[in-house]
């Protein structure tokens, strides 16, 4: 029932549109959005069926290692978000996160780390994680204390990381430590951690509200090749933050994706749903909020989009990215709760579509930087342009 039109706006060249199209048919036939069963394996097989219709390709950068460009195309991978938000959270989690997790080693990593990890990661044969977030280091990320030690040709990593989307089915971990070479964030570097690696372990598993692999990470005297760093020594912080600019708009890309799906939940209700000798959609109020939730959609979209291509420009984004990931995924909760409403005791059932979409919205909200954090980065940028 989506309206496809915004996919003729100025934002996107033919070759989006036809990914577009090509991924929405392909995710009708292949992704299905599961309500119970082991979230751990629904995600492994995801990858793989992901990675076997090419579509991970867009999660990496660089054809030499199977990815679909020399760069990661901003437009492709919010459009890919948003597709398979709309079909399944689940799908959409699993894209994200191998070009999250991989993100640092296409942005940063050596030719020989690009060869052994991204081809894997590409085609769905290999699961990666991003390991920034410790207990007491989450909004305020540089006051980590996950620290690595250099020992000869290796580094040693002592320390907890917590809340890692993929934590215990991930092949392998890119960890942010901290290296001391300068106080706080210059002091930072970047790790490929293998899973099998001694020293490292899964410390507890996090059950949270839209089921997905996550968990507490521990290593303890987890001892890695130094080869294992990306990047400078003190330049972790630096490369984690590039990372999430790349990917942070494609969070806004998702939110729109589960406010689509919810907006066409809720036409499809209201337009059916007899009350009162008629539909629910015959009654004004219902109309204002089908308006209101439309033209919310279509400004996430638009600042979502506008970031994305921007990006693709060369452009610095941080401002924009920002302005889309707060206005897409505060939209989203706002979408989502009015069609739960519009649903009535059916909106609150275990199983239902707009059930599913209102616990998938809410951490959106809070990972990748809170609404408040993307408030102050906003809040800086414009004072920064008025600094006399
Ligand atoms: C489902 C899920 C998946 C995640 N996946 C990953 C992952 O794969 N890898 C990873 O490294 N991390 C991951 N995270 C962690 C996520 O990035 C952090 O939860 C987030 O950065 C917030 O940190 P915190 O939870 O410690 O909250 P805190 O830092 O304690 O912040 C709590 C709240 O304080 C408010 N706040 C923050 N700063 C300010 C301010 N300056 N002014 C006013 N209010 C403020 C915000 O509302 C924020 O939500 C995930 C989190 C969730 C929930």
Known sequence: MTDFAYLDWPFFQPRHRDLAAALDAWAADNISREHSGDVDSICRGLVKTLGAGGWLRHAVAGQDVGGAGESIDTRAICLIRETLARHAGLADFSFAMQGLGSGAISLHGTPEQRRQYLPKVAQGEAISAFALSEPDAGSDVAAMTCAAHADGNEYVLDGEKTWISNGGIADFYVVFARTGEQPGARGISAFIVDADTPGFEVAERIEVIAPHPLARLRFNNCRIAASQRIGDAGKGFKVAMRTLDVFRTSVAAAALGFARRALDEALQRATTRRMFKGVLSDFQLTQAKLADMATAVDSAALLTYRAAWQRDQGQKV????????????????????????????????????????????????????????????????????IDH
Not at 327 to 350: H, Y
Not at 352 to 368: F, G, H, S, T
């Open 318 to 385: 941080t401002r924009e990215a920002a302005m889309a990931k707060l206005t897409a995924t505060e939209n989203a909760q706002r979408v989502i709760d009015a069609a739960v409403q519009m649903f009535g005791g059916l909106g609150v059932t275990s199983g239902q579509p707009v059930e599913d979409l209102y616990r998938e919205i809410r951490a959106l909200r809070i990972y990748e930087g809170a609404t408040e954090v993307q408030q102050m980065i906003i809040a800086r940028e414009l004072l920064r342009s």
